[in-house]
């Protein structure tokens, strides 16, 4: 499922990044990897803020849908 529509306050694990390698690479920089686990804080109109790892990331909508859970 993408990102903002995943439960808020569970642990996830990354499936699937559909992006382009700019986009990719962008990616695994912030964390956000095949098999990295995260967890959605909040979800407000499709954009969200997530848990990577010990930091907080703000996503927009566009950037949240290319990211499987």
Do not use: Q, W
């Amino acid at each position: 499922m993408p990102l903002p529509i995943a439960p808020a306050g569970e642990e996830l694990t990354v499936k699937k990044i559909l992006a382009d390698e700019k986009n990719k690479r962008h990616f695994e920089n912030l964390g956000i990897t095949i098999g990295a686990t995260l967890s959605v804080l909040s979800a407000v109109g499709g954009n969200v803020i997530i848990k990577v790892k010990e930091g907080r990331l703000a996503l927009d909508r566009s950037l949240a849908m290319k990211i499987l859970v």
